[in-house]
């Protein structure tokens, strides 16, 4: 441990949005340094050079979040899981000859194993937060890497998971309405649910960090500009049902470990406090860093929102962008929100796994969300066409795709034994 944050110490090129002061949640923050992306590294060595993957990381100060550093550090799964800019500009130059003979879909962005989530009512891919429109490879590269870098930590075959996801891609491609029993890891993360809202309440007040007192002023005006949103989508709701019991910076977390996150806790339908709903606000993440994306094509600032509903399904009701008042500076990134749910699971891959057949299952069920997913409502009413074009781009280039997932997996492991030996290299 203190190998790692002895190189943690010496990676501070600027400050990270996280560990700057406390701030109000929905808000405008106090004027901070503010960490650019990295800039783009030439083609050739984003497309060969393993090291261009962990270099991605160089500007965060992991020293204030030494327990972050510790987790990514201690299994490639968790240190692919951080890289996810670095690794999607990897596939832009990996692709960079064909890009233009590849149509652009809803892209989750950042699709791998734990993002697979569960609740009472649904389950599959969640976390939006990088969702914009792309070349399908992105996707298809990401989760196809998560497979074989999580059946190698567990001691599996590496082939069956990645022929079941792709599988499963072009069944829905060629059939939407295509479905499959749920995977055996759903039924039994619906058994371990508590069914405890008052237990959920503590556990969300307990993540809370206490905010700046003089960070109140601009909080309620978020939030009343949130609750504006809120009373025009659904009139049925009243003010009252947005008074807000408590708030505080959130942390936690991997690929988003580093963002400007918030919890809000809201009275709900009534004054008990089981049905008090918890809101969480995050800072639009910046995406300026992969080249080969467009988040204008899911509503630019409306991407994460938009990237919900076309590829999760997602029928939260508190889904909303905030808007950022007039006294803000126009470029800030607004805040987006989603709900909590008491009853909620996602895959744990050292953990909730217990064989190769439950993996290649997952990874079917996935290809075919993604594959329903890339192309719905993007060319509506013309679909079809859209998905006929992605099918022909299997056609053609799905061996060196599938090609492309083993390097990649290779790259992506010796990136992070790179990573690792770098702390050793640096140590006093």
Request: charged share 25%; proline share 8%.
């Amino acid at each position: 441990m203190d190998v790692l944050l002895a190189i943690a110490a010496r990676r501070r090129a600027a400050l990270i949005l996280a560990a700057a002061a406390s701030i109000g949640c929905l808000a405008k923050h106090p004027p901070v340094a503010r960490p650019r992306p990295t800039p783009a590294a030439p083609a050739a060595r984003l497309a060969h050079d393993p090291s261009a993957l962990h270099r991605s990381l160089d500007h965060y100060d992991f020293a204030t979040q030494p327990h972050l550093l510790q987790r990514i550090a201690a299994s490639p799964f968790q240190y692919f899981r951080f890289t996810n800019p670095g690794f999607a500009a990897a596939i832009c130059a990996a692709f960079e000859d064909i890009l233009p003979a590849l149509p652009a879909v809803n892209l989750h962005g950042d699709a791998h194993l734990e993002q697979f989530a569960v609740t009472d009512a649904s389950f599959g891919l969640v976390d939006f937060d990088d969702a914009v429109g792309g070349p399908a490879v992105i996707d298809l590269l990401r989760f196809g890497v998560s497979l074989q870098i999580a059946a190698r930590e567990r001691g599996w075959t590496a082939d069956e998971a990645p022929n079941r996801f792709f599988a499963g891609y072009q069944a829905a491609l060629e059939a939407p309405a295509t479905e499959a029993p749920p995977p055996a890891f759903v039924a039994r993360a619906r058994q371990s649910f508590a069914r405890d809202p008052k237990g959920f309440i503590a556990r969300c007040d307990a993540l809370m960090e206490p905010p700046l007192a003089r960070d109140q002023a601009e909080t309620d005006a978020g939030l009343k500009r949130y609750v504006e949103v809120m009373l025009e989508q659904s009139p049925e709701l009243t003010p009252a049902f947005f008074e807000m019991k408590r708030y505080g910076r959130l942390r936690g977390g991997v690929g988003s470990a580093l963002d400007q996150r918030f919890l809000i806790r809201i009275e709900g339908p009534t004054r008990a406090l089981e049905d008090d709903v918890v809101l969480e606000a995050k800072e639009l993440r910046e995406l300026r860093s992969v080249p080969c994306v467009q988040a204008s094509l899911l509503g630019g600032r409306f991407r994460t929102i938009v990237g919900s509903a076309r590829l999760g399904g997602n029928d939260d009701p508190f889904l909303a962008v905030v808007p950022r008042g007039p006294e803000e500076a126009p470029d800030d990134p607004p805040f987006w929100v989603q709900s909590w749910q008491a009853d909620y699971r996602e895959l744990d891959v050292a953990h909730d796994l217990t064989s190769a057949d439950e993996l290649a299952e997952l990874a079917y069920q996935v290809g075919l969300q993604l594959g329903r997913g890339h192309i719905q409502k993007l060319a509506t009413p013309f679909d079809y066409q859209l998905r006929r074009a992605v099918r022909d781009m299997l056609r053609d280039y799905g061996p060196r795709i599938r090609a492309t997932v083993d390097s990649m997996t290779e790259r992506t492991l010796a990136s992070f034994q790179q990573f690792r030996d770098e702390a050793a290299r640096d140590a006093p």
